[in-house]
């Protein structure tokens, strides 16, 4: 990890406060990536900590899993300016950091939020095409969803969303809840 801090392979190292490594469990069945660290996210250093973070938050409750049960992290580790999406240049530089923290923790699933993700793991793009769809990165299976801050912009997404996650429950063998309608639209909220 003290390698990532030290980090200045790119121009993010200049305006971060701090590096957001990720948390969670090293032994995680479920490790969710997202795109980068937002504003609170990087005065916390700790990610998924926002509005975004609390609405994921009650997306794993409804699965049935609390934070510390999975790990999540970032393509990133250091906020983009504006939360701006990060460039091609600086995915590149700290996808090695991801890829050992996935070598390390060896999920059985891997929970991608958002285009970002889609793009930089499995080399595709159309994350509203391809959400639900199961992939495999490095024998693990992988999952693209929407991400949580595209849910708050539009809630009618929700209810697919929550389909996307109930693939994910039923391959780990966790329970699918019998008011799957009710328990949706209560992450409109």
Not at 119 to 135: N, R
Request: charged fraction near 25%; aromatic fraction near 8%.
């Amino acid at each position: 990890m003290s390698s990532v801090e030290n980090c200045k392979k790119c121009s993010l190292c200049n305006s971060r406060t701090n590096v957001v490594f990720g948390e969670g469990s090293s032994h995680a069945e479920l490790m969710i990536i997202g795109e980068g660290p937002g504003r609170d996210e990087d005065e916390q250093a700790r990610p998924f900590v926002g509005r975004s973070g609390q609405l994921l938050t009650q997306m794993l409750g409804a699965m049935g899993f609390k934070r510390d049960d999975v790990f999540i992290a970032n393509i990133v580790k250091c906020r983009p300016p504006n939360n701006r999406v990060p460039t091609p240049e600086e995915a590149k530089t700290c996808l090695p950091f991801l890829l050992k923290q996935i070598d390390i923790i060896k999920p059985k699933v891997l929970l991608l939020l958002g285009a970002t993700p889609l793009k930089y793991i499995l080399d595709k793009v159309g994350i509203t095409k391809l959400h639900g769809t199961w992939f495999e990165f490095h024998g693990i299976k992988t999952l693209p969803s929407f991400h949580p801050a595209y849910l708050l912009r539009d809630p009618n997404q929700k209810k697919y969303a929550w389909e996307d996650l109930q693939k994910i429950m039923l391959f780990l063998g966790k329970p699918i809840p019998q008011k799957t309608q009710n328990s949706a639209k209560n992450h409109e909220n």
